[in-house]
Nanobody
Framework: QVHLVQSGGGLVQPGGSLRLSCAAS????????MGWYRQAPGKERELVAT???????SYADSVKGRFTISRDNTKNTVYLQMNSLKPEDTAVYYCNVVNEDRAGFLRVYWGQGTQVTVSS
């Protein structure tokens, strides 16, 4: 079992910045893909950004140029730096981790979610 603990988030004014963190612990063998998703009220959960074990990144079009995903493999932690925040970025943000076990099986784990509210 892998545990994910998220931190960061909160209330920020439009144009402001926030940084989210997500630390993985437990029965980790090899974390392959790490990512962030978000879910706004009344909407489906959507992918925000992902990062591979080699550092390759991808972003939703809506956050390109404003958000940056990064990871520290020594700490099994993924970060999301969010700049130039807009009201439409308001959502609950979830981290997502894919762990490969010793047998080569992949399992997906989710963080507990953290609220990000962008409002004046």
């Amino acid at each position: 079992q892998v545990h994910l603990v998220q931190s960061g988030g909160g209330l920020v004014q439009p144009g402001g910045s926030l940084r989210l963190s997500c630390a993985a612990s437990g029965n980790i063998f090899k974390i392959t893909l790490m990512g962030w998703y978000r879910q706004a009220p009344g909407k489906e959960r959507e992918l925000v950004a992902t990062i591979t074990s080699g550092g390759g990144t991808s972003y939703a079009d809506s956050v390109k140029g404003r958000f940056t995903i990064s990871r520290d493999n020594t700490k099994n932690t993924v970060y999301l730096q969010m700049n130039s925040l807009k009201p439409e970025d308001t959502a609950v943000y979830y981290c997502n981790v894919v762990n490969e076990d010793r047998a080569g099986f992949l399992r997906v784990y989710w963080g507990q979610g953290t609220q990000v509210t962008v409002s004046s």
